[in-house]
């Protein structure tokens, strides 16, 4: 019997109808196989309700934050700085909480993609199959001549007929064609996606370590506060006038130094100011109040730095906000050491490659490492009152690169840190760039 005969044509369109159909058949089977752990609805309604959670961790978060903002303004006293401290621990838990229901959600969200591939990989199987039986069949017929092909058949008309099956099998090709180069595109983004959920993960699971380390850092500082001043106010008193008279010494010493300092800026080798190029330093589209802005300030005027301007701006958070780099760039320098009452206790440098390194300041933790490199928004560390600080804050400072140089600093308290520095006309105004 000859191979084009019209029932064999009609064998390979059912076969690639076959394959077309594959979806509802691969689905099927991925019932039986991925299914038996998981269905997707179950993992939609999971990933659905991990989120109302997360909705509500966050109110509660936003209510500590609030309450911190009315601490933070009142005057510095002994109970006033256990009440911040305890807000701050309560807030540092509910964001804990926050950040383990962040990662549930996205752990659930990759399996859900994994389940996707697993589907497309079926499908594109299935439909692989019925193109390659279809191109098998065919090879077959092109070996014959045409005066083979239409003996074979009894008449005119059934060669016609044959001849319209070939059509429809082509029009069956081209279709199963399209559908394996579409489940192709949606097989690689699913891939695509599960990667940079992998991704998003693994910086959840750094943030939430940094956040427990923090955590501790918070209840250990209650701790060592209520055991020096032994819970007088006289005693508090006593060592916020101590930070002020180390803060002093310090910012002294620094305007020594950057006094010997000769810098020449060329503007070109900067970004224009207003030029916006820089990120609050912080998770996007949180902007927390500034505290002191940057140079010759009312605070500075009032005595404050020895009388020179500020050398940066000061960001009011609350201890344990995730700090973020203003911009893509390499980490030039950190300091993991807490010295008391000393410089700019834990910091991150980075070093951006349009002329512009930012300095990140009185941090309670830090998430990077000396030579690293880091993307707009990175994770850097968490707020603190580290070094000279009298209460919670950021210090943001933005530097021309070329003049960033360090020194060696002896604190008043004995330990010797280093701390970068710079020329007078080498420090930037950040509102210029932010």
């Not at 983004?189 to 427990?212: D, F, I, Y």
Request: hydrophobic share 35%; glycine share 8%.
């Amino acid at each position: 019997m000859m191979l084009t005969t019209t029932p064999y044509f009609k064998k390979i369109v059912s076969i690639l109808a076959f394959g077309i159909l594959g979806v509802g058949i691969a689905v099927g089977v991925v019932t039986q196989t991925v299914g038996a752990q998981e269905t997707a609805d179950d993992l939609r309604l999971k990933i659905t309700e991990s989120q109302r959670q997360l909705q509500a961790i966050e109110q509660e978060i936003k209510k500590f934050e609030s309450q911190l903002n009315v601490v933070g303004a009142e005057k510095k006293t002994l109970q006033n700085a256990i009440n911040e401290l305890d807000l701050s621990r309560d807030k540092l838990k509910a964001e804990i909480r926050g950040t383990e229901k962040k990662i549930s959600s996205t752990d659930l969200e990759i399996q859900e993609l994994e389940r996707e591939i697993h589907i497309k990989e079926l499908e594109i199987e299935k439909n692989m199959e019925a193109v390659a039986e279809s191109f098998r069949q065919v090879d077959q017929t092109e070996n014959q001549t045409v005066v083979e092909i239409i003996l074979g058949y009894d008449s005119i008309a059934e060669v016609w007929d044959a001849l319209e099956e070939q059509s429809l099998l082509q029009d069956s090709l081209r279709e199963s064609t399209k559908i394996m180069s579409a489940l192709k595109d949606e097989y690689e983004k699913a891939k695509l996606n599960s990667l940079e959920k992998r991704g998003e993960l693994g910086n959840l699971k750094k943030e939430l370590s940094g956040e427990e380390n923090v955590l501790i850092s918070t209840i250990d500082q209650k701790d060592s506060l209520l055991s020096q001043t032994k819970n007088k106010e006289s005693n508090y008193q006593k060592i916020l006038e101590e930070k002020k008279a180390a803060r002093e010494a310090f910012e002294k010493q620094m305007r020594e130094y950057e006094s010997k300092l000769q810098f020449i800026l060329d503007p070109k080798t900067i970004p224009a100011a207003g030029s916006g190029v820089l990120t609050w330093p912080f998770k996007a589209g949180y902007k927390p109040p500034i505290t002191q802005l940057f140079g010759d300030t009312e605070f500075s005027r009032s005595g404050a730095y020895n009388g020179y301007g500020h050398n940066g701006m000061d960001f009011g958070v609350s201890i344990g906000t995730p700090i973020t780099a203003a911009l893509a760039g390499t980490v030039v320098d950190v300091n993991y050491s807490v010295a008391a009452n000393c410089q700019y206790g834990m910091w991150v440098l980075v070093r951006h490659g349009n002329g512009l390194t930012t300095l990140y300041a009185h941090l309670s933790s830090i998430s990077v490492s000396k030579g690293q490199a880091v993307l707009t928004g990175q994770l850097l560390g968490h707020s603190g009152n580290t070094g000279y600080a009298t209460g919670p804050h950021l210090h943001f400072t933005v530097y021309a690169s070329d003049a960033v140089q360090f020194k060696q600093y002896t604190c008043r308290s004995g330990p010797t840190v280093t701390v970068p520095i710079a020329a007078y006309n080498a420090y930037l105004n950040p509102m210029d760039y932010l």
